[in-house]
């Protein structure tokens, strides 16, 4: 039951018995409260231990009172709000049924849809199955870091959960986060050829979308997406009528019967309701002006502005419906009204003199012909041909096909345009003449036919008029003339009538109501066959009703009359529901206020004879009909329609919150488009609607739902213009409750404005929406001017903000401190301590990574936002301070744990221009001094004790041979150096060292002397201390120390190399110790150290690296030179014995003649052999071992050429010395083999030729030659086939 005073609601139907029962309750309820307290008035006076009990039982009637009371309050306060709702949803009803002041905007941004809940947790699962591999989406580990930055960073973020819950996130804001992450890492990668950022970008946002959408149907989406957009851009009526149906909870069956009732579907009935409100407004603000009750405006004034503007805004929503086409065919003529005096004074259509003429009335007919058969044809034989043909009065003739007289069937139509209202149709049936001398066809009969639009559509017989002498008596032909209705045509048929000034005598007539624009109608009459009326009356001003019969007037038997100042037309029609039909259809066209009702007994008969069904669109009870004549009767200019609007304006906002879609706050097309056609039909003014607009959107914002800035800014912005005279609307009028209501807002706004500057984090999570935080900043500046002239001065913005700022660093740091979980606990260990604020620092360094790089738009707004964000940031790290500086002193004395505390805060300050060098910066680095220097101090007194104990105890075994057997442990990271000061460090071979020296043979000191001195370097390096100065002078510090260290180095190694030199043989059977090779290859990497360790990165080479220099090259000097003498005394020992076989000497012919005589018995082994043999095995093995243990391939080669120049230059010096004597047998055997092996030897291992051939060996070999040459002339065979040609052939 549709009934206003209903207490149903959207929650579900309730029963009329509950409801009842419950209106009944109270009545008796009072009954019995009655009759209680006359009972406790007789126990009162009775015993005293009585009149506790009496005083409860009045007290808990007295509760139950209460109750009734507030249940019976609560029912009427829900009926009060329910039959408000049903008012407004009729209104809303007839702004979509006929707009005529707005349409439905296109160019409004399209809304995303929401992610809720459970679509975050599937994303969350989606991408950590892709980085745990369960993909099949392949990817680098640059894409993979970024994501799982991504996942870590954005969506395990207790923001982004808030921000779903508020309902203000869509997909979109998830991929642009993504994108400016990923933006900022693809920067920072190095530039590859062939393979531009843009695609590496595409591509990392195509892997993106693929893991967000997971495993989902592509055209399931795809679908979805669609139908999402074409909601949220136009929509029918009939999607408007459900979604203000869900708005105002309104229920399926009573939109039927509202729809029914204001008879949306009737154009005519919407456009004459329009008009019958515009007049009921022009009725009100003469009322107004008559009786002088305006409304309180903020100056005197305006109330002649405010009745200029009540004529203003009344005409141009006439304008606005005369503007709308009536009439499809005809010209598109819009009358120049002449308004009544009441409405002359609002409205200057035209001039007093203007008429409407009959020229003006033009009507066009669509007529169909349809002719389907002719019967009691007998005049003609069987098989002759007959046709028809058919004309309309004035216009063309057409004809059917032919047809036998046997079978007359056409069914053929003929199309036909008129202008005539009563057209006269033709239709003649003829048959073709067999006469050789016939002209014409011979008309076998004809019907002439007269249709009206209200004409039977279906086909009937006509009985066809035929000559006098025809045999066709019964000749009937069946077609069928249908007669469209024009647009502008509205009601037609015969009415009796008699008026004053035209159709003064009483007759019947054919009229039709035409509508010539949409406030011009007229009653016209026509004749036959005429286009033009033969008279007509313009309604405007009449009034229409029913009336009694009239006596003394034949014909008719249903009267109304339609009345005006000075004249009456009475009309009558012959039955009931005509005269309904006409009632309405000039009700609507008078435009009256006044509706007719039809007589009771009318109603009653026609009830029951059951033909009021085409007067009334709906069939009710009386106290349903009466419920909605209530609704639709209500007459709009006496109702509040800004208290309406509010609470329309409300429910639809909470409806758009609530809906699919990430709207923050901006309503949809449709809703724009109601809303918009409201306000313009009812007269709600604009400042009314933004206020009451901005207090619903404050309303979602103060309860964390986002909503977008530049609405807010948008609505506040059209306010503050009206309050201050601007007229954005083009109104001038400023009411005393828009003012107050004004101050009300701007205040909360500025306060709302305030938090969420405060609370920028949490407020914008991410920079979503785009732009917010620099549409809020603006938005706060124009909230602080206090006209719409004046600019706020820059200083008292800034220092707004700068407040705001200074109080979200601490709500920042201190739910900062609740998402880590950490309490302050005094008592906690110290590595518990410096651990919570290695985590507390690397969250607050994504803190305000975050803030630089999703809320730094500021500055598009302020110049001064990247100012007032360092001092944030400051502040912020204030608060930080205080914990870390509390958790380093309760750390132990010489504990370098927090180094990497000092890294992490270091390496993201220097790289922040507002913060490098700032107020925390400042104090990290005084706290730190102190560890770094004394750092540096132990370190420096460790390992000069590890030089000096470390050669003490040294072996000189390379470290190769040492860490063959190790495992391959990788180097331990710096700063994290394996060392616990202030204990000594290890001299064993430690396990880094093995794939550290694998190319090295130097010695287990010396190498860790270097990686020490390296790795104490590289940490300090790590430190990048920010302050020059004290930078400066850490290098150098460490390059001296790097310089003394390494001399002590060289020094200790030399002085060992002699010690192990002087100790050497000096026979063939020395070999160079692989001590000394170590000890080569330790001042090889001290040369090769050196430029490393010990010369500062300005490339200036200082004092103290110069004379390390030189003191490793003369070291490496004196080392070879003592070495090359080694060698060489080898030779004079083997030269010495050589130099026994002189000639003349006594021990050369002993030996000669003892050799000759063994020669005849034994055989005597080759003289010479064993000591050439034993020499050349010296010189190979010792090269050998050169090569292999000595790592300089350029100092090796150094001490072979020393080597194999001193050895010819020996050979040379001693040949020289005994120029006078013919060389022994045995001696130029010896010395060809030693000279020729020793020249191949040293060829083979890389002596250059120039070298080789110098003028020692040029010397040797011609002397030697001339020897061989004499003995082979003294002897014969007597050196056995040794020759120094064999050497020259093999050189070849």
Not at 214 to 226: P, S, Y
Request: glycine share 6%; aromatic share 8%.
């Amino acid at each position: 039951m549709l009934d206003p005073s209903s207490s149903e609601d959207t929650g579900g139907e309730s029963d009329p018995e509950v409801v009842e029962e419950a209106a009944r309750k109270p009545a008796s309820l009072s009954g019995k409260r009655a009759n209680s307290s006359r009972a406790g008035g007789q126990q009162r006076e009775s015993a005293a231990p009585g009149g506790a009990a009496a005083k409860g039982a009045r007290d808990g009637a007295d509760a139950g009172e209460d109750e009734e009371r507030k249940e019976r309050e609560r029912i009427q306060r829900e009926e009060e709000e329910r039959k408000t709702k049903l008012q407004i949803y009729v209104f809303v009803l007839r702004c979509i049924a006929y707009p005529f002041n707005a349409k439905q905007p296109t160019d409004m941004a399209r809304r995303q849809q929401k992610v809720n809940k459970q679509q975050l947790q599937a994303v969350k699962e989606r991408f950590l199955a892709f980085l745990n591999g369960e993909t099949q989406i392949v990817a680098d580990e640059a894409f993979c870091n970024a994501v799982r930055s991504y996942y870590e960073g954005f969506l395990k973020s207790e923001r982004v959960s808030r921000m779903v819950q508020s309902g203000g996130c869509s997909a979109n804001d998830f991929r642009e986060v993504f994108k400016k992450n990923i933006e900022r890492r693809i920067r920072s990668l190095p530039e590859i050829d062939g393979l531009s950022k843009e695609t590496v970008l595409s591509s990392w946002i195509a892997k993106y979308d693929a893991i967000y959408r997971g495993e989902e149907d592509m055209r399931r989406q795809t679908q979805r997406a669609h139908l999402s957009a074409v909601s949220e851009l136009i929509l029918s009526k009939e999607q408007l009528y459900e979604m203000f149906q869900q708005i105002l909870g309104i229920r399926k069956f009573e939109h039927q019967l509202l729809y029914n009732a204001c008879q949306l579907d009737n154009v005519d009935e919407q456009a004459a309701q329009i008009r019958r409100e515009l007049d009921g407004r022009l009725q009100l603000a003469e009322k107004i002006a008559r009786e002088k009750k305006y409304p309180k405006f903020i100056s005197a004034d305006m109330e002649a502005l405010y009745m200029e503007e009540l004529r203003s805004s009344v005409n141009l929503l006439m304008a606005n419906l005369e503007s709308l086409p009536v009439s499809k065919g005809g010209p598109d003529f819009k009358q120049k009204l002449k308004r009544s005096p009441l409405n002359n004074s609002f409205l200057d259509i035209g001039d007093e003199g203007d008429i409407l003429s009959k020229s003006d009335v033009v009507l066009s007919f669509t007529l169909e012909i349809v002719i389907v058969e002719v019967q009691g044809l007998k005049s003609v034989a069987p098989n002759r041909i007959v046709y028809c043909t058919m004309e309309v009065e004035g216009g063309e003739k057409l004809q059917t096909d032919q047809a036998e007289a046997a079978r007359p069937q056409w069914e053929t139509q003929g199309d036909f345009t008129t202008t005539h209202p009563l057209p006269s149709v033709k239709v003649k049936l003829f048959t073709e003449s067999t006469g050789v001398l016939a002209l014409d066809d011979k008309e076998l009969g004809r019907v002439v036919l007269n249709p009206t639009t209200n004409g039977p559509k279906q086909a009937e017989f006509h009985r066809m008029v035929v000559a006098k002498n025809s045999q066709d008596t019964e000749l009937k032909i069946k077609l069928a003339v249908r007669m469209d209705k024009p647009p502008n045509m509205k009601h037609s048929g015969y009415l009796y009538t008699l008026g004053q000034r035209v159709w003064k005598r009483w007759k019947k007539r054919y009229f039709v109501l035409v509508q010539v624009s949409q406030y011009t109608f007229a009653m016209c009459s026509y004749r036959e066959k005429k286009a033009e009326p033969q008279e007509l009356m313009q309604l405007e001003g009449y009034t229409v009703d029913y009336c009694d019969p009239q006596p003394g007037l034949q014909g008719g038997r249903v009267f109304f009359n339609a009345v005006k100042e000075g004249d009456l037309v009475m009309f009558a029609c012959d039955d009931e529901p005509d005269r309904v039909l006409w009632v309405q259809a000039m009700y609507r066209a008078t435009g009256q206020s006044y509706k007719p009702v039809p007589p009771l007994q009318n109603k009653t008969t026609n009830c029951r004879g059951g033909i009021q069904k085409p007067a009334s669109p709906i069939s009710l009870d009386p106290s349903q009909r009466q419920g909605v004549e209530e609704l639709i009767s209500a007459a709009p200019c006496r109702l509040d329609h800004a208290a309406l609007f509010s609470i329309l304006q409300k429910h639809t906002l909470q409806h758009r919150m609530n809906d699919s879609f990430s709207c923050l706050g901006w309503f949809s097309p449709g809703q724009v488009f109601v809303l918009d056609e409201y306000c313009a039909r009812y007269g709600v003014r604009g400042c009314h609607r933004h206020l009451s607009y901005l207090k619903g959107l404050m309303d979602y914002s103060e309860n964390n739902a986002l909503v977008d800035p530049t609405l807010l800014h948008y609505s506040y912005a059209f306010c503050v213009s009206h309050v201050h005279g601007n007229r954005p609307d083009g109104m001038g009028t400023v009411t005393a409750e828009e003012k107050e209501q004004f101050e009300a807002i701007r205040s909360r706004l500025m306060a709302l404005l305030d938090n969420q500057i405060t609370h920028f984090r949490y407020c914008f999570p991410f920079g979503r929406p785009d732009g917010a935080l620099k549409a809020t900043l603006s938005l706060q500046e124009r909230v602080l001017m206090k006209d719409i002239t004046t600019p706020v001065p820059p200083v008292d913005m800034k220092n707004l903000v700068q407040r705001c700022l200074e109080k979200a660093a601490r709500i920042n740091y201190s739910q900062l401190m609740e998402y880590a979980q950490i309490k302050e606990d005094s008592q906690a260990a110290p590595e518990k301590r410096l651990e919570d604020m290695m985590r507390l620092g690397e969250l607050c360094i994504d803190v305000l990574q975050q803030n630089d790089e999703h809320h730094s738009e500021g500055r598009e707004a302020f110049s001064w936002w990247p100012e007032l964000m360092a001092e944030h940031a400051e502040s912020f790290l204030s608060l930080y301070r205080a914990d870390m500086d509390g958790a380093l002193q309760v750390q132990p004395v010489d504990s370098w744990d927090s180094f990497p505390l000092f890294q992490l805060l270091n390496n993201f300050l220097r790289t922040d221009p507002h913060l490098c060098n700032g107020t925390f910066h400042k104090h990290l680095q005084d706290l730190f001094v102190p560890l770094v220097v004394r750092y540096i101090d132990l370190m420096e007194s460790s390992i000069a004790q590890s030089i000096h104990r470390g050669f003490e105890q040294e072996t000189w075994q390379s470290v190769k041979s040492l860490t063959n057997n190790l495992a391959n442990v990788p180097l331990p990271k710096v700063p994290s150096l394996p060392l616990t000061l202030p204990q000594m460090p290890s001299f064993s071979a430690p396990a880094w060292m093995g794939p550290l020296c694998e190319n090295t043979n130097g010695s287990a000191t010396s190498e860790d002397l270097f990686w020490k001195l390296d790795a104490l370097q590289m940490f300090v390096l790590d430190l990048h201390w920010p302050e020059p100065e004290f930078a400066k002078h850490l290098e150098q510090r460490l390059k001296l120390m790097a310089s003394d260290m390494m001399e002590a180095c060289v020094k200790r190694t030399k002085s060992a190399f002699d010690a192990k030199m002087q100790k050497a043989s000096k026979s063939t059977d020395f070999r160079v110790p692989l001590s000394v090779c170590t000890m080569f290859n330790v001042l090889m990497d001290a040369k090769k150290q050196c430029s490393k360790l010990c010369v500062l990165d300005t490339g200036q080479e200082q004092q103290y690296h110069s004379k390390i220099d030189v003191l490793i090259d003369e070291s490496f000097k004196e080392m070879i030179s003592s070495l090359i003498s080694k060698f060489a005394g080898v030779l004079d020992g083997a030269l010495s014995k050589l130099s026994r076989y002189d000639e003349g000497t006594f021990f050369s012919s002993f030996l000669s003649f003892t050799v000759k005589a063994a020669a005849k018995y034994v055989e005597v082994p080759k003289p010479g052999m064993d000591l050439a043999d034993t020499y050349i095995t010296f010189i190979r093995q010792n090269q050998d071992i050169l090569r292999d243990r000595v790592n300089d391939e350029v100092y090796v080669e150094d001490v072979f050429d020393q080597w194999y120049t001193g050895s010819m230059k020996a050979v040379c010096v001693w040949l020289t010395d005994r120029l006078d004597l013919q060389l022994h047998t045995y001696q130029l055997k010896t010395l060809i083999k030693i000279v020729k092996k020793t020249y191949r030897d040293f060829r083979l291992q890389g002596v250059l030729d120039g070298t080789l051939n110098n003028k020692s060996y040029e010397t040797v070999y011609n002397r030697l030659t001339v020897e061989e040459a004499t003995a082979a002339v003294k002897a014969g065979d007597g050196l056995q086939g040794i020759s120094m040609r064999d050497s020259d052939e093999e050189d070849d």
